[in-house]
T-cell receptor, first 115, second 114 residues
Framework: EAGVTQFPSHSVIEKGQTVTLRCDPI?????LYWYRRVMGKEIKFLLH????????ESGMPNNRFLAERTGGTYSTLKVQPAELEDSGVYFC?????????????FGEGSRLTVL | AQSVTQPDIHITVSEGASLELRCNYS??????LFWYVQSPGQGLQLLLK??????LVQGIKGFEAEFKRSQSSFNLRKPSVHWSDAAEYFC????????????FGAGTILRVKS
């Protein structure tokens, strides 16, 4: 069974540019999560999809971030325009159930560097 | 607000020595508790979890953790560390009253010296 895959593994862009990160969850996992880790800090929740619906987007930092999950399969996270403070590692995770009932499987992360 | 504290940013132990990584949380009720590990170039992998019942839980790779309600702690232990255990370890909690989102600690980097 394939795990959670994320693309690209590393992206370097200039301030003001746009970047789109992609996450392919494990097949059959309705729950998809985005997390972010800024250098040396905690891994922080961004948002949670159940199928194609946004269940919780309370962690999204501002309206420069747009997440989608069309058809309830893969998800994209777009940052437009990117700012320096957006640099970090963006993790995607998927599960059959919520953290209280089902294990989250994480991808390797997409490292974003904004210059 | 809920929070998770891992007081040790770095820990170095000798191969074969015992290990304890500390984790304290601040929540109103008993949350779900987790330990994850991230090895270089890998995603986060679940080591173990506590939901209820026996406060000593066993995980993969020979790790165990003990939930102590009175101390709001969930420390991770291993009796004998192997060089392959060198990685970053994250404690995390989730609680139903906060939408079951995982809240992570800042991580502890484990170095193993031979």
């Amino acid at each position: 069974e394939a795990g959670v895959t994320q693309f690209p593994s590393h992206s370097v862009i200039e301030k003001g540019q746009t970047v789109t990160l992609r996450c392919d969850p494990i097949s059959g996992h309705d729950n998809l999560y985005w997390y972010r880790r800024v250098m040396g800090k905690e891994i922080k929740f961004l948002l949670h999809f159940v199928k194609e619906s946004k269940q919780d987007e309370s962690g999204m930092p501002n309206n420069r971030f747009l997440a989608e999950r069309t058809g309830g399969t893969y998800s994209t996270l777009k940052v437009q325009p990117a700012e320096l403070e957006d640099s970090g590692v963006y993790f995607c995770a998927s599960s059959r159930g919520s953290p209280g009932t089902g294990e989250l499987f994480f991808g390797e992360g997409s490292r974003l560097t904004v210059l | 607000a809920q929070s998770v504290t891992q007081p040790d940013i770095h820990i170095t132990v000798s191969e074969g020595a015992s290990l304890e990584l500390r984790c304290n949380y601040s929540y109103g009720a008993t949350p779900y508790l987790f330990w994850y590990v991230q090895s270089p170039g890998q995603g986060l992998q679940l080591l173990l979890k506590y939901f209820s019942g026996d406060t000593l839980v066993q995980g993969i790779k020979g790790f165990e953790a003990e939930f102590k309600r009175s101390q709001s702690s969930f420390n991770l232990r291993k009796p004998s560390v192997h060089w392959s255990d060198a990685a970053e370890y994250f404690c995390a909690v989730a609680a139903m009253e906060y939408g079951n989102k995982l809240v992570f600690g800042a991580g502890t980097i484990l170095r193993v010296k031979s």
